[in-house]
């Protein structure tokens, strides 16, 4: 019952620290600057692609970006990236690349301000590094994609050639299909330890951040089957309120609980961590406090043990 209890005392401290860093406002400008940045960040992943002449490759990154998320979110959504991975465009390695570049990188920067008050830190380095620092996590983002949905592509033809040479083996492609949901949710939990651990400001150990990567992907985890259960039975809600933006909206609306639940994380282990720093100086503190305590008793003790040499050595020398 200790755990469980020291669990919800936890909880309860940072959802007090998630309302007082204006989660909530966090969380909106988190999901809306993932909206904007997503299809940039689609269209330099197409223009990566084109550049190893694998156009199809960014076509299954996008789709594996969506392969986690509820079918009722990620279908009108994975249409319109489909469109876009698959359109011909002119010049985008020049001024559109580097646009969408740019501004794919709010997105990171989003995280940051959002960690830096989990955290209760502040960025005390300069904007225009902060932004290069994004723009680098873009980029390497784009090519981990690329990587994952190499290995996505690569393996349903490598599965095939196996159950070629061994049909025993056939009745494992269950296990290959689940495999494919598992590679995404390990490229989550990857993004995740790297938003924690180098995205905010300061460094922090992969165990202290691990507490609030669970938590989040626990949260998502529900929020995804809760999310799909209400739109699967209420889905004309959202299209009687919002007509031909329903889409977005949807879309919208779940990255933003999506981003509250991440932000929540990073309270959890701001708490932790604010948790362990208080136990540390109140330790070192009782360790001053005894080490002034013990100094004072030590003279007399030196005082009386020399009282009695200073009075037996006229003694011998008398003698």
Known sequence: MKPFRSGLEVAGLAAQRFVAHDGWAIASHIALSILTSLFPFLILLAALAGLFGTQSLADEAGTLIFDAWPREIAGPIAGEVH?????????????GAALALYFSSS???SLRVGLNRAYGLREMRPWWLTRLESIGYVVCGAFAMLA??????????IWRNVVLVAPGLEPLSLTVAIARIGITALLLA???VIAHKFVAAGRRSILSVLPGIAVTLLLWFLAGLG?????ERFSNAYASTYGGLATAMVFLVFVYWLAA???FGGEVNGT???ARRTRLQARMRARQAAA???APGAAPGAAQGAAPGSSSGPTREGA
């Open 148 to 157: 994952f949905a190499l290995l996505v592509v690569l393996g349903p033809l």
């Open 272 to 274: 932790v961590i604010a």
């Open 107 to 109: 997105g990171v920067e």
């Open 190 to 192: 990857v993004i995740l």
């Open 227 to 231: 999310f799909g259960y209400y739109l």
């Open 83 to 95: 469109r876009v991975l698959t359109e011909q465009r002119g010049g985008v390695l020049t001024l």
């Open 261 to 263: 639940m991440f932000l």
């Open 292 to 294: 002034q305590g013990a």
